[in-house]
């Protein structure tokens, strides 16, 4: 019988939130950094606590973070010293089982393709939203067609992919939940 394993981005792969970790990069010379940090963080916790919805929690996160696709290299180099122990432990698990393992996440494939490729996950089993640029490169918003941008887009996204088979869930926040909660995982 076919399983699949659907495992999260965000805390769960890596050890850290990454917008969080871009704004931290992005707004580095800000003189209101903190304060704007501690607004990215809270509305980062309101969505994962199932408090917000996760639509306005990216919202208004991509809204504060005047990040551009420099600050995105940066993040990429952090984000791959960041991979969680128990992944990085098992890089083998992934390259024998590299068609069962998807990557659905909340967020986005620009920083989170080169992180988990990697560990031989597939492009084409990674879910998750992607940013729109402007011409000069900054971050303005993100493409709100994608199912994962919006509340409950994981369950969304599991219907639309209609696997089949034992599929197992790996994730700490709302969303993940959800996708338990569904009955989908």
């Known amino acids: 019988m076919d399983q699949h394993f659907i495992i999260d981005f965000d805390s769960t792969f890596t050890q850290v939130e990454a917008l969080d970790e871009l704004a931290r990069i992005s707004l580095k010379n800000h003189p209101d950094r903190e304060e704007i940090y501690q607004k990215i963080e809270d509305l980062t916790n309101l969505a994962m606590e199932g408090k917000l ?7 208004g996160r991509i809204k504060l973070l005047e990040a551009n696709k420099e600050d995105l290299q940066k993040l990429i180099k952090h984000l791959k010293k960041k991979v969680s122990s128990s992944f990085s432990r098992n890089k083998v698990f992934f390259k024998n089982h590299a068609s069962e393992v998807l990557i659905v996440s909340g967020g986005f494939k620009e ?14 089993n990674i879910y998750a939203n992607t940013f729109v640029f402007d011409e000069e490169g900054k971050i303005v918003g993100y493409d709100r067609a994608n199912p994962l ?3 409950g887009g994981k369950v969304k996204l599991l219907k639309i992919l209609a ?7 790996i994730g700490d926040g709302h969303s993940d939940f959800q996708l338990k909660e569904s009955g989908l995982i």
Not at 53 to 59: D, P, T, V
Not at 163 to 169: A, K, P, R
């Open 163 to 169: 696997l089949q088979g034992d599929i197992y869930g």
């Open 149 to 151: 941008s919006e509340e």
């Open 111 to 124: 920083f989170i393709t080169p992180v988990v490729s990697a560990y031989h996950i597939k492009k084409e």
């Open 53 to 59: 919805s996760f639509s306005e929690s990216l919202e």
